[in-house]
């Protein structure tokens, strides 16, 4: 129970942090000294820079700070919502393009016998009490092939321990 209550802490920490930060203002060093330093950094759309805060397990976000060419915050954004999951498409949307839309998954895994990457996003959706999981299987060619959006199989709304 300590550890759930320091993890609560922590996320609200990072959220809290974020709100100090001003779009056009704040720089990349202001960002980090806020948010701490980022999980992943990739390229982002002219110029851009995208750093990733992903919350996972517990927190149910991913926060990305788009830094702009010049230094400077352009907005901090929650990646793991309903709209950016129906983004990722089978049979089109392409691995890098997950994680330049969601940001590193929680739990990458590969199977041995197919070669299929399974990415899991712990997050919450709107209006349903229980969390959710949303993985993405990537075919060994870099393309999606399936998407689940399912309740979180770690989740005990009852606080009842279900494993001996």
């Keep these: 129970m300590k550890h759930i209550v320091i993890l609560v802490l922590v996320t609200l920490a ?3 942090a974020s709100r100090n930060l001003v779009p056009g203002q704040s720089t990349a060093a202001e960002v980090e000294a806020a948010m701490g ?10 110029g851009e ?7 996972l397990p517990w927190g149910y976000a991913s926060y990305a700070a788009r830094i702009g ?6 907005a901090v954004e929650q990646r793991l919502t ?16 997950v994680r330049d839309l969601l940001g590193p998954p929680y739990e990458p895994m590969k199977q041995a016998r197919t070669g299929m990457e399974i990415w899991t996003y712990p997050m919450r959706v709107p209006g349903h009490p229980t969390p959710k999981w949303f993985l993405v299987h ?3 060619d870099g393309v999606v092939r399936e998407t689940y959006l399912i309740d979180d199989p770690n989740y005990n709304r009852h606080g009842v321990r279900t494993n001996p």
């Design 49 to 55: 820079t995208v750093y990733y805060y992903p919350q």
């Design 69 to 74: 060419a010049d230094g400077r915050l352009i």
């Design 37 to 46: 330093r980022a999980a992943e950094k990739r390229p982002g759309a002219g």
């Design 82 to 97: 309903l709209d950016n999951i129906n983004r990722v498409k089978t049979g089109a949307t392409r691995l890098d393009q």
């Design 14 to 16: 990072a959220g809290c």
């Design 138 to 140: 990537i075919a060994p």
